[in-house]
């Protein structure tokens, strides 16, 4: 059983940046790819970004490319997501979540075993 904690949410204007960390326990961290969703209020949960088990490879949701980065600590057990020129519409609470698989449908929720609690960002106009 894997458990996840999310951390560094708030508050932000927009065009600022922020960086949301997930720390994983009760589990071989590195033998998983983690993923970041976002909900924001009366919207479905989307997909954000994602890393496979090494780290080299990632994947984007076209929403956030070139804006946020993911990136994994494995020493650290922790998954990151540092979001950059951020706008409204990144406001949400980001999740993260933790997958034994790799591949088509990586960007789709069910594919995933563990889930966060969730932190909220607010990105203000």
Do not use: H
């Not at 033998?31 to 490879?57: H, L, T």
Request: with cysteine.
């Amino acid at each position: 059983q894997v458990q996840l904690v999310e951390s560094g949410g708030g508050l932000v204007q927009a065009g600022g940046s922020l960086r949301l960390s997930c720390a994983a326990s009760g589990g071989t961290f590195s033998s998983y790819a983690m993923g970041w969703f976002r909900q924001a209020p009366g919207k479905e949960r989307e997909f954000v970004a994602a890393i496979k088990w090494g780290g080299r490879d990632t994947y984007y949701a076209d929403s956030v490319k070139g804006r946020f980065t993911i990136a994994r600590d494995n020493g650290k057990s922790t998954v990151y997501l540092q979001m950059s020129s951020l706008k409204p519409e990144d406001t949400a609470v980001y999740y993260c979540a933790a997958s034994n698989r790799w591949g088509l449908g990586s960007d789709s929720a069910i594919a995933y075993d563990y889930w966060g609690q969730g932190t909220q960002v607010t990105v203000s106009s």
